[in-house]
């Protein structure tokens, strides 16, 4: 009878999960959504959708704004690549700010809304500045130097979007992300393959920006592909609007800063305290307590900061622990959430390698194209420089599709992991593949310059673009695995409280790396002026060295590999309290069941 009774509760529990969501998040109303008519891929399609239209807008300016800067504002080519650094270097590092407010303070939801509003403004206000008369870059349609008050409007504008893009980004990805649940079997297979679709989404934009609104640009106008840019992301906001009713959201949770100094004040107060060697005599919530995220287990890792989870008197009981200062006594899932980001600053610090590579196909592999022959072969129409980007945003798709639906299967049957191979190990791939994009990239390079020498007399005799093809599609492999590996790991790793700071997190390495690149321009150029006499950054591409440059970069990158290789082996995962939903990534071991323990795995 008891037997019976037991089993009757159980379905009834088992029930109550398929019905309901039970990760702490709310629907529309407020109230616990339901499974069926809220979350997975009903609302991350509505999600995905705005995407779309912010990387049309976004990549319809980023591709193009070193020929903007150029050709309209009349920059060298030094100037306007340091300036399109600064701008995509501050673009990937306002998520952090907008990343902190959505988990904080307004929630992602909310976030995403003031941000799209921001992008808007930046969007009408780059369009206008083609339409109203004292904007407009010149008085006539040829002129030596733009209007000063047009480049003021052009770049409040472009910094707009900026901002917009600093809220938009962490909190719209993270925010599809919510709608699956962790702990729910299907759900948490459906948010694996979310971050996948997520990028064949935004390739899409990208494609369509670098192909149809790249070519609005260079032959009908600036202004035209602006009206056309704000119809899109307007219209694409109106639809985001109406799947209002099938988002799951999730509260914001406060400053996550506090829990984490209250763990460093508490660790410094009882640094004289021993740890015992019994983890589970550390402080920690019952799950009944904790209602916000998941319990996190004990790690060997960083064991001084176990001291602030220490109970100073062992013989008090629980409720007079509780009652104790968080400034004097943490949890031990505080803790773990504190080692979580520690050990994330490495993994991030050897990956800016990699984004210097990456910003490289938006920069430089365009300018390149500029003064290479684009004509399509048997036509005369002649290809804008800033759609052979359209090569990345294809590899991309190519290989995220290939990857998803070929790759996975096969490497879950051989490695028993439940995402074919690990996060870290998906990085490490497509760090590989921007190494072989440098090597490529200063090949062909030398190639070009050869074959202007050789020609320099004739200015209709210039290498074929097709030329630079394989370092744009080289380019786009190892974004669909070190990229898309990015945003996993820093959704899936950080505090269940962060998850928005964690895909800023993953924007500041290209944002970051941005800086890096521009600094790595002047150092290069300064050096090999003092040692030959000559930089490797000249006024045009001609008079330049870039090949050299690349050469520098996959040196830079192979190293870089060695040392993330090495910290990788080290890394520990995030590891889940039993009871919890497993989604912490495996490596080679056993995949449990979402009541199972979890293990740590390694990068190998």
Same mark, same amino acid.
């Given at each position: 009878?008891?037997?019976?009774?037991?089993?009757?509760?159980?379905?009834?529990?088992?029930?109550?999960?398929? %019905?309901?969501?039970?990760?702490?998040?709310?629907?529309?109303?407020?109230?616990?959504?339901?499974?069926?008519?809220?979350?997975?891929?009903?609302?991350?399609?509505?999600?995905?959708?705005?995407?779309?239209?912010?990387?049309?807008?976004?990549?319809?300016?980023?591709?193009?704004?070193?020929?903007?800067?150029?050709?309209?504002?009349?920059?060298?080519?030094?100037?306007?690549?340091?300036?399109?650094?600064?701008?995509?270097?501050?673009?990937?590092?306002?998520?952090?700010?907008?990343?902190?407010?959505?988990? $904080?303070?307004?929630?992602?939801?909310?976030?995403?809304?003031?941000?799209?509003?921001?992008?808007?403004?930046?969007?009408? =206000?780059?369009?206008?500045?083609?339409?109203?008369?004292?904007?407009?870059? +010149?008085?006539?349609?040829? +002129?030596?130097?733009?209007?000063?008050?047009?480049?003021?409007?052009?770049?409040?504008?472009?910094?707009?979007? $900026?901002?917009?893009?600093?809220?938009?980004?962490?909190?719209?990805?993270?925010?599809?992300?919510?709608?699956?649940?962790?702990?729910?079997?299907?759900?948490? %297979?459906?948010?694996?393959?979310?971050?996948?679709?997520?990028?064949?989404?935004? +390739?899409?934009?990208?494609?369509?920006?670098?192909?149809?609104?790249?070519?609005?640009?260079?032959?009908?106008?600036?202004?035209?592909?602006?009206?056309?840019?704000?119809?899109?992301?307007?219209?694409?906001?109106?639809?985001?609007?109406?799947?209002?009713?099938?988002?799951?959201?999730?509260?914001?949770?406060?400053?996550?800063?506090?829990?984490?100094?209250?763990?460093?004040? !508490?660790?410094?107060?009882?640094?004289?305290?021993?740890?015992?060697?019994?983890?589970?005599?550390?402080?920690?919530?019952?799950?009944?307590?904790?209602?916000?995220?998941?319990?996190?287990?004990?790690?060997?890792?960083?064991?001084? =900061?176990?001291?602030?989870?220490?109970?100073?008197?062992?013989?008090? &009981?629980?409720?007079?622990?509780?009652?104790?200062?968080?400034?004097?006594?943490?949890?031990?899932?505080?803790?773990?959430?504190?080692?979580?980001?520690?050990?994330?600053?490495? /993994?991030?610090?050897?990956?800016?390698?990699?984004?210097?590579?990456?910003?490289?196909?938006?920069?430089?592999?365009?300018?390149?194209?500029?003064?290479?022959?684009?004509?399509?072969?048997?036509?005369?129409?002649?290809?804008?420089? $800033?759609?052979?980007?359209?090569?990345?945003?294809?590899? /991309?798709?190519?290989?995220?599709?290939?990857?998803?639906?070929?790759?996975?299967?096969?490497?879950?049957?051989?490695?028993? &992991?439940?995402?074919?191979?690990?996060?870290?190990?998906?990085?490490?791939?497509?760090?590989?593949?921007?190494?072989?994009?440098?090597?490529?990239?200063?090949?062909?390079?030398?190639?070009?310059?050869?074959?202007?020498?050789?020609?320099?007399?004739? %200015?209709?005799?210039?290498?074929?673009?097709?030329?630079?093809?394989?370092?744009?599609?080289?380019?786009?492999?190892?974004?669909?695995?070190?990229?898309?590996?990015?945003?996993?790991?820093?959704?899936?790793?950080?505090?269940?409280?962060?998850?928005?700071?964690?895909?800023?997190?993953?924007?500041?390495?290209?944002?970051?790396?941005?800086?890096?690149? &521009?600094?790595?321009?002047?150092?290069?150029?300064?050096?090999?002026?003092?040692?030959?006499?000559?930089?490797?950054?000249? %006024?045009?591409?001609?008079?330049?060295?870039?090949?050299?440059?690349?050469?520098?970069? !996959?040196?830079?990158?192979?190293?870089?590999? +060695?040392?993330?290789?090495?910290? !990788?082996?080290?890394?520990?995962?995030?590891?889940?309290?039993?009871?919890? !939903?497993?989604?912490?990534?495996?490596?080679?071991?056993?995949?449990?069941?979402?009541?199972?323990?979890?293990?740590?795995?390694?990068?190998?």
């Amino acid at each position: 009878m008891e037997h019976n009774k037991v089993d009757t509760e159980l379905q009834d529990s088992y029930d109550d999960q398929q %019905k309901w969501v039970l990760d702490s998040s709310t629907d529309s109303r407020g109230k616990i959504p339901l499974r069926s008519r809220t979350g997975a891929w009903r609302a991350a399609l509505f999600i995905i959708g705005i995407e779309f239209s912010e990387r049309l807008s976004y990549f319809g300016i980023s591709t193009n704004l070193v020929v903007y800067l150029t050709t309209i504002l009349h920059q060298d080519l030094k100037m306007a690549v340091k300036n399109a650094n600064y701008w995509s270097g501050v673009t990937a590092l306002m998520p952090l700010l907008g990343g902190f407010i959505a988990d $904080a303070y307004l929630g992602r939801y909310a976030t995403v809304l003031l941000a799209t509003t921001v992008y808007l403004m930046g969007l009408i =206000l780059l369009t206008l500045s083609w339409f109203i008369p004292g904007l407009k870059p +010149c008085h006539e349609n040829m +002129c030596v130097e733009p209007r000063k008050a047009h480049e003021i409007a052009f770049f409040i504008a472009i910094y707009l979007i $900026a901002i917009g893009t600093g809220g938009h980004k962490p909190s719209l990805e993270s925010f599809g992300a919510d709608q699956f649940e962790d702990g729910h079997s299907q759900e948490r %297979k459906m948010k694996m393959s979310y971050f996948n679709w997520w990028n064949a989404g935004l +390739c899409a934009g990208i494609f369509t920006a670098v192909t149809v609104i790249v070519y609005v640009e260079d032959r009908i106008g600036w202004g035209v592909a602006g009206i056309i840019l704000t119809i899109v992301m307007a219209t694409s906001f109106f639809i985001f609007l109406i799947g209002k009713p099938f988002y799951r959201y999730r509260a914001p949770s406060g400053s996550p800063l506090t829990p984490m100094l209250q763990v460093f004040v !508490a660790a410094i107060a009882k640094r004289h305290l021993s740890c015992p060697s019994d983890s589970s005599l550390l402080h920690e919530l019952t799950k009944e307590e904790y209602t916000k995220g998941r319990l996190l287990s004990s790690t060997k890792s960083l064991k001084f =900061l176990d001291k602030a989870a220490v109970v100073e008197d062992q013989n008090e &009981n629980t409720t007079t622990a509780e009652k104790q200062s968080a400034w004097r006594l943490a949890t031990v899932t505080k803790v773990e959430e504190v080692k979580l980001l520690i050990n994330m600053i490495p /993994i991030w610090f050897f990956t800016l390698a990699f984004g210097v590579c990456a910003t490289r196909s938006g920069t430089l592999f365009i300018k390149q194209a500029m003064i290479m022959d684009r004509r399509i072969i048997g036509t005369t129409f002649i290809v804008p420089p $800033a759609s052979l980007f359209s090569l990345v945003a294809l590899s /991309i798709i190519i290989t995220v599709t290939i990857y998803e639906r070929v790759l996975v299967p096969l490497l879950i049957r051989a490695t028993g &992991n439940e995402r074919g191979i690990s996060i870290l190990q998906r990085i490490g791939t497509g760090m590989v593949f921007s190494l072989i994009a440098m090597i490529i990239a200063a090949l062909v390079e030398k190639k070009r310059l050869d074959y202007t020498k050789q020609h320099h007399m004739s %200015k209709t005799m210039t290498l074929s673009a097709i030329w630079l093809a394989p370092q744009f599609l080289v380019l786009g492999v190892a974004d669909a695995f070190t990229l898309v590996g990015l945003q996993e790991y820093f959704y899936d790793q950080v505090p269940d409280s962060m998850r928005s700071l964690g895909i800023a997190f993953y924007l500041s390495v290209l944002g970051a790396a941005s800086f890096a690149n &521009n600094l790595l321009i002047t150092v290069s150029d300064h050096l090999a002026e003092e040692i030959s006499g000559k930089g490797w950054f000249g %006024k045009d591409l001609n008079s330049s060295h870039l090949d050299r440059f690349y050469w520098m970069l !996959a040196a830079l990158t192979g190293a870089n590999m +060695c040392f993330f290789v090495m910290v !990788a082996m080290k890394y520990t995962y995030k590891s889940v309290q039993p009871g919890f !939903a497993v989604v912490a990534d495996r490596g080679d071991d056993d995949v449990e069941t979402a009541t199972g323990t979890c293990n740590t795995s390694k990068f190998t």
